[in-house]
């Protein structure tokens, strides 16, 4: 038999996936893999209801339904603050995990060099392979997660064509400020290269941090590709509800690519989510209210415990310092952590290109009850392991 694919013969599975496999394995609590144990809003849920007995079922429009684009382009632009056209700039995808994948196959040459900041979310590294392009890693140092600017403009000078951006960081919770943005914008535009932004955490801010749009600065919309899904704003993670914002000659090409992946995302979904685009101001004060609540609750808990860890700016996730526990590597840790203290996690390892194996991720995206029960059995680590 012919060899199978060259590109991806190095790929592993998913470790976020593997440890939630583990989690429920073990009867552990999953803190791993990052989706609430609460319901989305009801006024969606009710309205998918409706939409289950009179549709629409068949395909919308391959780059999303007319409605559910001018609801979203109403949306973002309020909050990113530029002009945005449901017809020329807009492409619903199936989940941000297809965004960033279709953004990428428009951009990128096999052979162009494509910025990965590290630690990074596990999709970046292997969409810039399955791309055909090479990634450059460029480190988040600890423990505030800031970069070198030198260390960036030495990467930018490699003739890169694209930088990725998540922004607030999975896994590390970090927001970027308006100074580390700007100076990112200033280095794209000199070095003539695009900016693909994974902003689905864009509500998810902790004061007195603020998420700035990297296409909202001066001379970035021409060149900034924004990926983002409703999964993580709406708790609809197992919607797959996706899009991507961008210039119309990026789009254009943008809409093809994502016609040939996925042909278009789930019609009856997208109706039942219009009502969420809708919502008013009210619903994202009480969202970063109700996640600032958990976090709060969560990382007090851990600093009862007696955890190292840096306090997330933004996102749901926390890294956890396992220096004093660590007798091998992170992987085995966290399948212990899951088998004997009954709490799922995310091995740092797999975020990181450098050596990393002193950090775990938890997230915190529960209901009270889930995180004090998951704080209790936390609380007795050094008795088991």
Request: glycine letters at 6%; hydrophobic letters at 40%.
């Amino acid at each position: 038999m012919q060899e199978l694919s060259r590109r991806t013969a190095d790929f592993t599975d998913s470790v976020i996936r593997r440890m939630t496999r583990i989690s429920n394995q073990y009867n552990a609590i999953n803190l791993s893999q990052g989706f609430p144990d609460f319901d989305p809003p009801k006024e969606i849920t009710d309205r998918l209801a409706e939409i289950a007995a009179i549709g629409p079922h068949q395909y919308a429009t391959t780059w999303g339904s007319q409605n559910f684009r001018e609801a979203l382009a109403k949306k973002q632009e309020k909050y990113m603050g530029v002009s945005i056209n449901p017809e020329t700039n807009v492409v619903v995808t199936c989940g941000s995990t297809e965004a960033m994948m279709a953004a990428m196959m428009t951009i990128t040459n096999p052979g162009d060099k494509v910025i990965v900041f590290s630690p990074f979310y596990e999709n970046y590294g292997a969409d810039t392979i399955l791309s055909g392009a090479i990634p450059i890693y460029v480190p988040l140092i600890e423990p505030q997660f800031t970069f070198d600017a030198n260390v960036l403009e030495d990467a930018f000078k490699q003739g890169v064509k694209a930088l990725i951006l998540c922004n607030p960081s999975n896994p590390c919770g970090k927001v970027f400020s308006c100074k580390e943005l700007q100076l990112i914008a200033e280095l794209a535009i000199k070095y003539d290269a695009y900016v693909i932004t994974d902003e689905v955490y864009e509500h998810i801010i902790y004061e007195p941090f603020e998420h700035v749009y990297m296409a909202s600065l001066p001379g970035m919309w021409e060149r900034t590709i924004s990926c983002s899904s409703l999964s993580k704003t709406y708790s609809i993670t197992g919607w797959r509800l996706g899009y991507v914002i961008a210039p119309p000659e990026i789009i254009d090409r943008v809409k093809k690519v994502h016609d040939f992946l996925t042909v278009g995302a789930a019609a009856p979904l997208m109706e039942a989510a219009v009502v969420g685009l809708n919502f008013p101001e009210e619903y994202y004060k009480n969202l970063q209210a109700h996640y600032t609540h958990m976090k709060n609750l969560f990382v007090k808990g851990l600093q009862d415990i007696g955890f190292n860890f840096v306090e997330p700016q933004g996102a749901y996730y926390v890294m956890v310092d396992i220096s004093e526990f660590k007798r091998e590597n992170d992987l085995e840790f966290c399948e212990r952590l899951a088998k004997q203290v009954g709490v799922g996690a995310v091995p740092g390892s797999s975020f990181f290109k450098e050596d990393i194996n002193h950090l775990i991720r938890f997230h915190f995206a529960k209901q009270d009850e889930t995180l004090l029960k998951a704080l209790d059995r936390l609380s007795d680590i050094r008795k088991k392991l």
